[in-house]
């Protein structure tokens, strides 16, 4: 038996799950039905339900799902019960926002190293992070076992950034630039496009 191709949907919507249900868990809410979630997140009870069940039986018919134990499966399944360690290049303003928000973060996904192609920006120190030369990113990734790279460099610059962080080894990109980079298909890329994003947001704005 075939396991089902699981969509870009589906994956999405996890970590929207997840952060409802630390929230839950915060206020020590035990159990949580699909409708409650469903009426929180805006979201059909039935996709979530389907969603869920892609990965298992979770939840128990009557009594909904246990928070905790949802949270620690949700966790397993987008890897986050391991270290996934992460490397920035560009340590301008959303750079050094992005390793700002370092801080924050409460699952195993950390930036663990940043580095900029300009000379004066070298030696910074954002938090406990020390901006790196370019020349030292593909040691640092192999040494620090980086898995996901973020650029957020100007558009120019993208595509060779992307270029060493796939000859570094690292399997996904974040990508900021508004720009659309080349990698192969081994390495997964998402693009977090402000412009358009605002551009679309336009759209439903009242005349």
């Known amino acids: 038996m075939k396991t089902p191709k699981i969509s870009e949907a589906v994956v999405r919507r996890l970590p929207i799950y997840l952060r409802f249900l630390n929230e839950l868990s915060m206020k020590n809410v035990h159990t949580v039905s ?5 009426h929180k997140l805006d979201l059909n009870p039935a996709q979530i339900r389907k969603d869920l069940a ?3 039986e979770f939840g128990k018919k009557g009594i909904g799902y246990d928070v905790d134990y949802l949270i620690e499966k949700i966790r397993q399944i987008l890897k986050l019960d391991k270290l996934i360690s992460v490397a920035l290049v560009g340590a301008g303003n959303l750079g050094r926002a992005l390793c700002n928000y ?3 973060l409460k699952d195993n996904m950390k930036i663990v190293a940043v580095f900029d192609a300009h000379q004066a920006k070298v030696g910074e120190q ?3 992070l020390f901006v790196q030369p370019m020349q030292e990113l593909s040691e640092t990734i192999k040494r620090l076992h980086v898995r996901i790279g973020i650029i957020t460099v100007p558009a120019p610059e993208a595509q060779n950034v992307a270029n060493q962080f796939v000859e570094a080894g690292v399997e996904a990109i974040l990508n900021f630039a508004p ?3 080349k990698v192969p298909s ?5 693009h977090a496009d402000l412009t358009a994003e605002l551009q679309s947001l336009a759209y439903y704005l009242d005349k």
Request: hydrophobic share 40%; aromatic share 14%.
């Open 34 to 38: 699909s409708q409650d979630l469903g």
């Open 54 to 56: 892609y990965f298992g």
């Open 102 to 104: 370092n801080v924050y």
């Open 126 to 128: 954002i938090n406990n």
């Open 179 to 181: 720009v659309i980079i």
């Open 186 to 190: 081994t390495v997964r890329v998402h």
